[in-house]
């Protein structure tokens, strides 16, 4: 299958949307290389401002620019720029809801030999926990070009979470993105898989190997994270009776959090939670801390099996 | 100055560029050019300067060193391995799964690291709290810093500079890495920085400007900073980026990107 990386994508998008809008800038902290945001500093260099090693003074530059009528689009590894510029984030941009775009490369532990220091793993908790904020995890090339583009029409602060590696591309140019509106993959009466990011496509691969163990698993592509698709979240709770959430990120507070909170209040039912362990990252190639960490679809069909032995018990 | 001593220094510095390339070729990726541009000025600190004792990294009254540029870590390890803190052969494991070497230092995996470091301009703030605690509890310690100039951008720098200065923390002695290039371009281009001794002087610092490549001029600006009271010291280390290696020094191509073999047999041929 045919591998692109998110970030790689979010360039070629970042081009095609300056193209069509005069009013989108980008700002970046000295990793353009990375991010890609070099691609539209090569089309429009005057809409283009790299901040130096300072991603606080991005993150409030871009609001500044943004109560101003433009449409900055800022970029750094998702580490700083939510870690290092969260209070920013949070009281110039969020709390202000300014028309902010907050689109991190390098998420999660495939940043691989950087280590720990580099892996965000709790970007997504930042970033939902703050009101009027947008959280969007595309899962592939296409799905980021389309999320680059909504987040350009959406008013008000918007994070979009970018990785590193390759990862299979999965949609068709056909492909309708919604905010907002969770993507069910594949069908199954037996379990849910919600996947979010680039664990969308192990879960597929994990719904193939169960397939032949006669489990049928749902897959949902939960691409926004907030606002979450409850609507999607009970419906899987209601149908299959049980739910396992995967992403590249805590277990505390992201994707699985929000999932649970969800179906806690709406049809309480077993929420498992593949993820990071409430531990940091640490230095590998990305294939084998995704193996260590459990990340792979062996360990994710080994916890759906686990997952549909335990339903339906009180 | 003593001769003999500054050429010991000077093979010493060699050696650890020497690991530098093996290290980060054997990794596959990591940081040579920010690590091959302080390697004189981490040279001089672990064999010469610094109070330290390899059998006793958690000893309470030893110097500190804080790398707040984080990623120049093969430079840190190369000296602490060469130094006795563990064994030169763990160096070639850099950046493996399990290796406390880890990408970029960690204090809770690797003994002789004081601090956790990787993200930028952290590593000022947590020198000064070192140096403050030396204060309190009547220690003598001193504690070294090293920055990158791509990192003092970061405004948290600014406040750690005016703090050591309010503190009057002249147990600090800071180490700026000018080699006038960070990823995406000089340094000048992304985000002046200068006039880079004037600002620190502002900031109530003492200051001096040497070459960080001559082993004599790092000695004897350690000396005069010891010797000053009441200001923490920064020495302003004029360096090129990748230096040792002539197909890596000033490009920046070279900051983040290991060599393949043949480059490291090169380099390695250079720094014989
Ligand atoms: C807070 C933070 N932002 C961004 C980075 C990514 N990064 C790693 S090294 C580097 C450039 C550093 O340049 P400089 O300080 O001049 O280091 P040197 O030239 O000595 O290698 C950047 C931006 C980081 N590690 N930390
Ligand atoms: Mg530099």
Same mark, same amino acid.
């Given at each position: 299958?045919?591998?692109?990386?998110?970030?790689?994508?979010?360039?070629?998008?970042?081009?095609?949307?300056?193209?069509?809008?005069?009013?989108?800038?980008?700002?970046?902290?000295?990793?353009?290389?990375?991010?890609?945001?070099?691609?539209?500093?090569?089309?429009?260099?005057?809409?283009?401002?790299?901040?130096?090693?300072?991603?606080?003074?991005?993150?409030?530059?871009?609001?500044?620019?943004?109560?101003?009528?433009?449409?900055?689009?800022?970029?750094?590894?998702?580490?700083? %720029?939510?870690? /290092?510029?969260?209070?920013?984030?949070?009281?110039?941009?969020?709390?202000?809801?300014?028309?902010?775009?907050?689109?991190?490369?390098?998420?999660?532990?495939?940043?691989?030999?950087?280590?720990?220091?580099?892996?965000?793993?709790?970007?997504?908790?930042?970033?939902?926990?703050?009101?009027?904020?947008?959280?969007?995890?595309?899962?592939?090339?296409?799905?980021?070009? @389309?999320?680059?583009?909504?987040?350009?029409?959406?008013?008000?602060?918007?994070?979009?979470?970018?990785?590193?590696?390759?990862?299979?591309?999965?949609?068709?140019?056909?492909?309708?993105?919604?905010?907002?509106?969770?993507?069910?993959? /594949?069908?199954?009466?037996? @379990?849910?898989?919600?996947?979010?990011?680039?664990?969308?496509?192990?879960?597929?691969?994990?719904?193939?190997?169960?397939?032949?163990?006669?489990?049928?698993?749902?897959?949902?592509?939960?691409?926004?994270?907030?606002?979450?698709?409850?609507?999607?979240?009970? %419906?899987?709770?209601?149908?299959?009776?049980?739910?396992?959430?995967?992403?590249?990120?805590?277990?505390?507070?992201?994707?699985?959090?929000?999932?649970?909170?969800?179906?806690?209040?709406?049809?309480?039912?077993?929420?498992?939670?593949?993820?990071?362990?409430?531990?940091?990252?640490?230095?590998?190639?990305?294939?084998?801390?995704?193996?260590?960490?459990?990340?792979?679809?062996?360990?994710?069909?080994?916890?759906? /099996?686990?997952?549909?032995?335990?339903?339906? /018990?009180? | +100055?003593?001769?003999?001593?500054?050429?010991?220094?000077?093979?010493?510095?060699?050696?650890?560029?020497?690991?530098?390339?093996?290290?980060?070729?054997?990794?596959?990726?990591?940081?040579?050019?920010?690590?091959?541009?302080?390697?004189?000025?981490?040279?001089?600190?672990?064999?010469?300067?610094?109070?330290?004792?390899?059998?006793?990294?958690?000893?309470?009254?030893?110097?500190?060193?804080?790398?707040?540029?984080?990623?120049?870590?093969?430079?840190?390890?190369?000296?602490?391995?060469?130094?006795?803190?563990?064994?030169?052969?763990?160096?070639?494991?850099?950046?493996?799964?399990?290796?406390?070497?880890?990408?970029?230092?960690?204090?809770?995996?690797?003994?002789?690291?004081?601090?956790?470091?990787?993200?930028?301009?952290?590593?000022?703030?947590?020198?000064?709290? +070192?140096?403050?605690?030396?204060?309190?509890?009547?220690?003598?310690?001193?504690?070294?810093?090293?920055?990158?100039?791509?990192?003092?951008?970061?405004? +948290?720098?600014?406040?750690?500079? +005016?703090?050591?200065?309010?503190?009057?923390?002249?147990?600090?002695? *800071?180490?700026?890495?000018?080699?006038?290039?960070?990823?995406?371009?000089?340094?000048?281009?992304?985000?002046?920085?200068?006039?880079? *001794?004037?600002?620190?002087? *502002?900031?109530?610092?003492?200051?001096?400007?040497?070459?960080?490549?001559?082993?004599?001029?790092?000695?004897?600006?350690?000396?005069?900073?010891?010797?000053?009271?009441?200001?923490?010291?920064?020495?302003?280390?004029?360096?090129?980026?990748?230096?040792?290696?002539?197909?890596?020094?000033?490009?920046?191509?070279?900051?983040?990107?290991?060599?393949?073999?043949?480059?490291?047999?090169?380099?390695?041929?250079?720094?014989?």
């Amino acid at each position: 299958m045919k591998k692109i990386a998110t970030r790689d994508a979010y360039g070629k998008a970042l081009v095609e949307l300056g193209r069509e809008n005069p009013d989108v800038v980008v700002l970046d902290a000295d990793l353009a290389k990375s991010t890609k945001t070099i691609e539209f500093a090569k089309h429009f260099p005057e809409r283009f401002f790299d901040m130096g090693i300072a991603e606080q003074n991005m993150i409030g530059t871009a609001a500044g620019l943004a109560a101003a009528g433009k449409i900055p689009f800022c970029s750094t590894f998702a580490i700083f %720029a939510t870690g /290092r510029a969260f209070e920013i984030i949070r009281n110039s941009v969020a709390y202000s809801r300014l028309n902010v775009k907050i689109a991190a490369s390098h998420a999660g532990i495939t940043v691989g030999e950087d280590g720990g220091s580099h892996q965000s793993v709790e970007d997504i908790a930042l970033m939902r926990s703050l009101p009027n904020m947008t959280v969007l995890v595309p899962a592939d090339a296409v799905e980021t070009r @389309a999320a680059v583009r909504a987040a350009a029409q959406i008013q008000g602060p918007v994070y979009i979470r970018l990785g590193r590696p390759g990862v299979p591309v999965l949609h068709g140019d056909d492909f309708h993105f919604e905010p907002g509106r969770a993507v069910v993959m /594949r069908e199954g009466d037996d @379990a849910t898989i919600i996947a979010t990011g680039i664990m969308v496509a192990t879960a597929l691969e994990a719904a193939g190997l169960l397939e032949q163990e006669g489990i049928g698993v749902r897959v949902v592509n939960m691409h926004t994270i907030k606002p979450l698709d409850e609507e999607a979240v009970i %419906a899987a709770a209601r149908e299959t009776g049980v739910i396992v959430t995967a992403e590249e990120h805590s277990v505390i507070g992201g994707l699985g959090g929000a999932v649970a909170e969800a179906v806690c209040a709406c049809h309480p039912v077993p929420v498992y939670r593949v993820g990071l362990p409430d531990v940091f990252g640490e230095s590998g190639k990305p294939g084998e801390l995704l193996e260590k960490y459990g990340l792979t679809a062996a360990h994710l069909a080994a916890r759906v /099996r686990e997952a549909v032995t335990k339903k339906g /018990r009180r | +100055m003593d001769g003999e001593k500054i050429k010991r220094l000077e093979e010493k510095a060699r050696k650890i560029r020497r690991h530098i390339i093996r290290m980060t070729g054997a990794a596959g990726s990591g940081h040579p050019g920010g690590s091959l541009s302080s390697a004189d000025i981490v040279t001089a600190l672990y064999f010469e300067v610094m109070r330290i004792d390899p059998q006793n990294p958690r000893w309470p009254d030893r110097d500190r060193f804080v790398l707040s540029k984080g990623h120049a870590a093969p430079v840190l390890y190369a000296a602490l391995a060469e130094r006795g803190f563990f064994s030169v052969e763990d160096l070639l494991t850099l950046r493996r799964l399990g290796s406390p070497l880890q990408g970029h230092p960690d204090m809770k995996k690797l003994p002789g690291v004081e601090m956790s470091t990787g993200s930028l301009g952290q590593g000022l703030a947590c020198a000064n709290g +070192m140096a403050l605690a030396a204060r309190l509890d009547g220690r003598d310690y001193r504690v070294y810093v090293l920055l990158g100039d791509g990192e003092i951008q970061e405004g +948290m720098v600014w406040e750690a500079a +005016m703090a050591a200065a309010h503190y009057r923390l002249d147990n600090v002695t *800071a180490f700026l890495d000018h080699n006038g290039l960070q990823i995406d371009g000089p340094v000048a281009r992304v985000m002046s920085v200068e006039p880079v *001794a004037e600002k620190w002087r *502002a900031f109530g610092w003492d200051v001096q400007v040497i070459d960080g490549h001559s082993m004599e001029e790092i000695l004897q600006a350690v000396e005069k900073a010891r010797a000053v009271r009441g200001k923490p010291q920064m020495i302003v280390a004029e360096t090129v980026k990748g230096k040792g290696v002539s197909f890596m020094e000033n490009m920046v191509e070279w900051h983040g990107v290991a060599p393949k073999p043949d480059e490291v047999e090169r380099a390695l041929a250079e720094l014989a």
